[in-house]
């Protein structure tokens, strides 16, 4: 059965709502990764590489860590230079496979990334101070909404 033609008013409403979102989106990321930076010396694309390490609580290969984050494993390799340069990570390779490369937090990094991950906490609340805890809850409800109809609506054939 094909699926009914959403009308002219709706298609315009979707898209509008899409780059509101998009707009947040960015804004939001726009700020935090000068307070990253500015605060901590590092980038965000590295912050999530050590939030996923401190997350797994063990030892990730290059391409779990890739997968994890969603990046390929050229991307990734780059952040991990920085931050074994850092001392925030190590790399480490099994004796049975040299081509297998290990990526864990050193305890400079955990330590760091402790204090990083706290301060992420309090500048995402100071962003969103201006909404009721109402406000948020709600917004969540939508978004996970949103985000069910995203994936129950595979993408067009035509």
């Not at 030892?59 to 925030?88: K, P, Y």
């Not at 864990?104 to 991950?117: D, H, V």
Request: overall charge positive.
């Amino acid at each position: 059965m094909p699926k009914k033609e959403l009308s002219e008013s709706r298609r315009k409403d979707s898209l509008r709502m899409w780059l509101r979102l998009l707009g947040c989106e960015n804004r939001i990321e726009q700020r935090l990764r000068s307070l990253f930076r500015k605060n901590f010396r590092v980038t965000l694309p590295q912050f999530d590489v050590l939030s996923e390490l401190e997350h797994a609580s063990a030892a990730l290969t290059m391409s779990e860590l890739s997968r994890e984050l969603m990046v390929s494993n050229g991307n990734i390799t780059g952040v991990i230079d920085r931050l074994v340069n850092m001392d925030l990570v190590k790399r480490s390779r099994p004796a049975h496979d040299r081509r297998i490369q290990y990526i864990e937090l050193t305890p400079r990094g955990s330590k760091e990334f402790s204090q990083m991950a706290a301060q992420h906490e309090q500048w995402v609340a100071e962003m969103f101070r201006n909404l009721t805890r109402d406000d948020i809850r709600q917004l969540q409800s939508l978004l996970l909404a949103a985000r069910k109809s995203v994936i129950e609506n595979p993408e067009p054939t035509d």
